[in-house]
């Protein structure tokens, strides 16, 4: 038979794809698929990816301790690629995270062009003096330390109520970074931030003023793994760090101030200026691990009205909201996990008033934060006419 020349190419291109995917590279497991760096220094690229399977069930639980109106899901909570490295020189860093969850994507509206909102980070770090970092796009602002820690290092299923109603979450603008030691082991951390204020991914704005916030943090015993749940180090001396954090949003138009509903009357957009504090801490000490956190929200005029001065309807989440929760990792990377949550939004607002959750969660890390399983069982106390209830979860986080 006659060999059929024209085929050549084909065949050296599916032999060189068999070749190298056999091919056995040095990363590990949890440092990345990709890591390259130019043979001239001048960039580099860190490539990786994760997601998060979780199950949810629920339950209304009356007080005649009966389970009724049960339903259940299953679904991928989070699914992100992330691109990190430096460009041209190695005070120059950037690093890019994509969200392709329905989760990590949703919230599209007008104001965002109707798409999908793909982007979480795009931002580049400059270090351009000393211990001072500029970091330009689109990050997390400098908000409260739950929000702060990544959603692959949490020691719980999910954050808790308090930054699902408080957090300032992400968005595009300018922040400046800075630390400094006092002595030996006393650290302070410090941000500034200036952006955009009405959230992630928006492209018709800016509406109001602008959003700005501020953290200050100090870690009297020295620097430790601040911005991860569970002691896995096992850290043979106490740490700990205090941070406290404030945003004004001028002008804002959503309700909870960069993020939540849009807020209309009759003449377009409605404005006013939100306020945000956060207090946090974080000890860690032997396997021991504590968060906790209060948050307060208020603003000028929370209760939107139209040019004539009847109210719309929509009203802004001020309020107040405490969490806590403390771990214990166990020599063999079980940890188990207890969480109270207490939100109160101002009554002469909201119906519902003081809503409490208390959780308990078990996880077992198998490769650190990289591959873990946790479950958790929250109690749910809701004050005025709902139902309280029960809620199971069981999540599998796997992070290359």
């Given at each position: 038979?006659?060999?059929?020349?024209?085929?050549?190419?084909?065949i050296w291109?599916?032999?060189?794809?068999?070749?190298?995917?056999q091919?056995?590279?040095?990363?590990?497991?949890?440092?990345?698929?990709?890591?390259?760096?130019a043979?001239?220094?001048?960039?580099?690229?860190?490539?990786?990816?994760r997601?998060?399977?979780?199950?949810?069930?629920?339950?209304?639980?009356?007080?005649?301790?009966?389970?009724?109106?049960?339903?259940?899901?299953?679904?991928?909570?989070?699914a992100?690629?992330?691109?990190?490295?430096?460009?041209?020189?190695?005070?120059?860093?950037?690093?890019?995270?994509l969200?392709?969850s329905?989760?990590d994507?949703?919230?599209?509206?007008e104001?965002?062009?109707?798409?999908?909102?793909y982007?979480?980070?795009?931002?580049?770090?400059?270090?351009?003096?000393r211990n001072?970092?500029?970091?330009?796009?689109?990050?997390?602002?400098?908000?409260?330390?739950?929000?702060?820690?990544?959603?692959?290092?949490?020691?719980t299923?999910?954050?808790?109520?308090?930054?699902?109603?408080?957090?300032?979450?992400?968005?595009?603008?300018?922040?400046?970074?800075?630390f400094?030691?006092?002595?030996?082991?006393?650290?302070f951390?410090?941000?500034?931030s200036?952006?955009q204020?009405?959230?992630?991914?928006?492209?018709?704005?800016?509406?109001?003023?602008?959003?700005?916030?501020?953290?200050?943090?100090?870690?009297?015993?020295?620097?430790?793994?601040?911005?991860?749940?569970a002691?896995?180090?096992?850290?043979?001396?106490p740490?700990?760090?205090?941070?406290?954090?404030?945003s004004?949003?001028e002008?804002?138009?959503?309700?909870r101030?960069?993020?939540?509903?849009?807020?209309?009357?009759?003449?377009?957009?409605?404005h006013?200026?939100?306020?945000?504090w956060?207090?946090d801490?974080?000890?860690?000490?032997?396997?021991?691990?504590?968060?906790?956190?209060?948050a307060?929200?208020?603003?000028?005029?929370?209760?939107?009205?139209?040019?004539?001065g009847?109210?719309?309807?929509e009203?802004?989440?001020?309020?107040?909201?405490?969490?806590?929760?403390?771990?214990?990792?166990?020599?063999?990377?079980?940890?188990?996990v207890g969480?109270?949550?207490?939100?109160?939004?101002?009554?002469?607002?909201?119906?519902?008033?003081?809503?409490?959750?208390?959780?308990?969660?078990?996880?077992?890390?198998i490769?650190?934060?990289?591959?873990?399983?946790?479950?958790?069982?929250?109690?749910?106390?809701?004050?005025?006419?709902?139902?309280?209830?029960?809620?199971?979860?069981?999540?599998?986080?796997?992070?290359?």
């Amino acid at each position: 038979m006659k060999f059929k020349w024209k085929l050549l190419p084909a065949i050296w291109l599916l032999a060189s794809t068999c070749i190298y995917a056999q091919e056995i590279v040095n990363n590990s497991f949890g440092n990345g698929l990709i890591n390259i760096t130019a043979r001239d220094s001048s960039y580099s690229l860190k490539f990786a990816a994760r997601f998060q399977s979780l199950y949810t069930s629920e339950w209304d639980f009356p007080e005649d301790y009966s389970l009724k109106n049960g339903n259940s899901n299953i679904l991928i909570r989070r699914a992100r690629l992330k691109f990190s490295g430096f460009a041209y020189s190695p005070k120059l860093k950037y690093k890019i995270e994509l969200g392709l969850s329905n989760n990590d994507i949703s919230g599209a509206s007008e104001y965002t062009g109707n798409a999908p909102r793909y982007i979480l980070d795009a931002v580049l770090f400059w270090n351009f003096y000393r211990n001072f970092e500029l970091w330009v796009g689109q990050a997390k602002l400098p908000g409260n330390r739950e929000r702060l820690i990544s959603s692959a290092n949490m020691q719980t299923v999910d954050r808790s109520l308090v930054n699902s109603r408080f957090n300032i979450d992400r968005e595009t603008g300018i922040q400046l970074h800075h630390f400094f030691y006092l002595g030996e082991n006393v650290l302070f951390k410090e941000a500034i931030s200036v952006s955009q204020g009405e959230g992630r991914n928006v492209t018709t704005g800016n509406f109001g003023g602008y959003h700005y916030a501020a953290r200050a943090e100090i870690l009297p015993f020295g620097n430790f793994n601040d911005y991860s749940g569970a002691d896995l180090h096992r850290e043979k001396n106490p740490k700990l760090s205090v941070g406290a954090s404030f945003s004004h949003n001028e002008d804002a138009v959503r309700t909870r101030s960069v993020a939540g509903a849009y807020i209309l009357n009759d003449t377009g957009l409605y404005h006013t200026n939100i306020n945000t504090w956060f207090l946090d801490l974080m000890f860690k000490y032997r396997g021991l691990n504590i968060l906790a956190e209060a948050a307060r929200r208020t603003a000028d005029d929370p209760v939107a009205v139209n040019s004539d001065g009847t109210p719309t309807g929509e009203i802004v989440q001020v309020g107040d909201g405490f969490n806590v929760q403390a771990g214990y990792v166990f020599k063999n990377n079980y940890e188990v996990v207890g969480r109270y949550t207490g939100i109160n939004l101002e009554n002469r607002y909201f119906n519902q008033g003081i809503e409490k959750q208390y959780t308990l969660g078990l996880s077992k890390y198998i490769v650190g934060h990289k591959l873990k399983v946790q479950t958790d069982l929250s109690f749910n106390d809701f004050q005025q006419d709902a139902e309280d209830g029960l809620m199971y979860r069981l999540q599998v986080d796997i992070h290359f």
